[in-house]
């Protein structure tokens, strides 16, 4: 079995930092696209940052120039880094990532069970 644990949630007052992690853990034969996503009260669930395993980035427009995701292929995690936090940052971010498990085919969507980002002073 596949999982994703995250870590490093917490409260930030505005302009502060945080940075999230995630671990893929289990049987893996491979990982591809690895990803941040949010989910504030009462709103969908919106892909903040995603990373190629060639490494190329992408970001949503409302984070871009503030947070930076990156990742260890050999280690298979993926990170978040958030500078310049403001409170509509504030939820629950989920780490995902495309992984093939040795007993698997394919490569099938896992999900994190999400941390809480509070920006708040």
């Known amino acids: 079995q596949v999982q994703l644990v995250e870590s490093g949630g917490g409260l930030v007052q505005p302009g502060g930092s945080l940075r999230l992690s995630c671990a893929a853990s289990?049987?893996?034969?491979?990982?591809?696209?690895m990803a941040w996503y949010r989910q504030a009260p009462g709103e969908k669930r919106e892909k903040v940052a995603g990373?190629?395993?060639?490494?190329?980035?992408s970001y949503t427009d409302s984070v871009k120039g503030r947070f930076t995701i990156s990742r260890d292929n050999a280690k298979n995690t993926v990170s978040l880094q958030m500078n310049s936090l403001k409170p509509e940052d504030t939820a629950v971010y989920y780490c995902?990532?495309?992984?093939?498990?040795?007993?698997?085919?394919?490569?099938?969507?896992?999900w994190g069970q999400g941390t809480l980002v509070t920006v708040s002073s």
């Open positions: 995902y990532a495309d992984i093939r498990s040795r007993t698997s085919s394919w490569f099938l969507p896992v």
């Open positions: 289990g049987s893996i034969m491979s990982v591809n696209d």
């Open positions: 990373i190629t395993s060639a490494g190329t980035r």
